[in-house]
């Protein structure tokens, strides 16, 4: 676990500024694993058009954001109930530039094939959920970013010496498992038969199925199966190059252009000012290395 309660509690102070020292603390509690995700930001005065959904947000003094429960590295919720990952730090951004803290956000679990619904029943006020932008998706809801580019890869256990790349699998009777709703069970049927994909409503499904036998495989974007294997102990490995490229954009109401732009605007302060490496290394970077460019931002629509 990268997150124990003691450093939450130093993070939560040094926010209101209470505490000086609290920095200097969480270095020094802390389990090895990279850097603390610094407070993000969060802007006091930020003044809004009346009627746009920053302004609304903003009255509001709370969001509500769909995200991974169960994904290391991107979005993982600790037994302690804290968010912890890339997702949660950049929707913490998000969050700042409207004027909300972090404790004033409301967490939803997004598994993959609810997202769009959960943003069309404004059940949600945001997704930022491993959440490849794609055209399909975007007839239903629109996205900011994206923030961060992905790649499909597959997931087998250490020992496993025959598949090392999606092209074995075909012809093989590899058990093949990933997500419902998810852009990697789509892709990943081109390898396949029918009946070797096995679907489930989270990637942490896939993994507990991996480790007992129930399947050989487990496809999803590469830095999801990194989170994973991080935690494996040895047992699981990354194989082949990636084979489809993931954009990872923010969800919202389909034709708010106003709030896509906001975010975008987000996104590239937080690139510019280091907030957005900060969240990497403090999250996924010790694992998947290298800090990564913000990606250029589509034009909202
Ligand atoms: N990025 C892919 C998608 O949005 C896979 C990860 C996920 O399911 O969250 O479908």
Same mark, same amino acid.
């Given at each position: 676990m990268r ?13 209101f500024?209470?505490?000086a020292?609290?920095? =200097? ?8 694993? +990279? %850097? ?8 006091q ?10 302004a609304?947000l903003?009255?509001a003094g709370?969001?509500?954001?769909g ?6 590295l991107?979005?993982l919720?600790t037994?302690?109930g804290?968010?912890?990952?890339? %997702?949660?730090e ?5 969050? +700042? ?11 939803v ?7 769009e ?11 930022v ?5 794609n055209d ?6 629109s ?11 597959l997931?087998?256990r ?11 699998l075909? +012809?093989?009777?590899?058990k ?15 390898y396949?038969?029918e009946?070797?994909?096995?679907l489930?409503d989270?990637?942490?499904?896939c993994r507990?199925s991996l480790?007992?036998g ?6 999803t974007?590469?830095?999801i199966?990194?989170g ?5 102990d040895?047992?699981f490995k990354?194989?082949g ?7 990872? =954009?923010?969800g919202i109401?389909k ?6 732009e906001f975010?975008?605007?987000q ?6 000012s ?10 996924a ?8 460019e913000?990606? +250029?931002?589509?034009?909202?629509s």
């Amino acid at each position: 676990m990268r997150w124990n309660p003691v450093l939450r509690t130093g993070i939560a102070v040094a926010a209101f500024g209470l505490v000086a020292t609290a920095c =200097g603390e969480q270095e020094s509690i802390g389990d090895g694993g +990279g %850097d603390q995700a610094p407070a993000p930001s969060v802007e006091q005065d930020a003044q809004f058009e009346p009627g746009t959904t920053m302004a609304e947000l903003n009255e509001a003094g709370t969001i509500t954001i769909g995200t991974k429960f169960d994904q290391p590295l991107f979005g993982l919720r600790t037994l302690e109930g804290e968010l912890t990952g890339f %997702d949660t730090e950049i929707a913490r951004i998000i969050a +700042g530039g409207l004027g909300i803290a972090p404790e004033d956000i409301d967490w939803v679990e997004a598994p993959s094939a609810q997202r769009e619904s959960l943003i069309e029943r404004d059940e949600v006020d945001l997704v930022v959920a491993t959440y490849t932008i794609n055209d399909e998706r975007a007839e239903r809801v629109s996205f900011a970013g994206p923030y961060y580019q992905a790649g499909q890869t597959l997931m087998v256990r250490s020992d496993n010496q025959e598949i090392t790349g999606p092209d074995d699998l075909r +012809g093989s009777d590899a058990k093949v498992c990933s997500a419902t709703g998810s852009t990697p069970s789509e892709n990943i049927r081109e390898y396949i038969d029918e009946d070797q994909l096995v679907l489930f409503d989270t990637y942490s499904q896939c993994r507990d199925s991996l480790d007992n036998g129930q399947v050989d495989v487990v496809t999803t974007d590469n830095v999801i199966l990194l989170g994973f294997i991080s935690e494996s102990d040895g047992a699981f490995k990354l194989v082949g190059e990636q084979f489809t490229e993931e954009p990872y =954009g923010v969800g919202i109401t389909k034709g708010d252009v106003a709030f896509c732009e906001f975010i975008n605007e987000q996104l590239r302060q937080a690139a510019e000012s280091g907030a957005y490496d900060a969240a990497w290394e403090a999250t996924a970077g010790p694992v998947a290395e290298e800090v990564p460019e913000l990606p +250029g931002l589509d034009p909202c629509s």
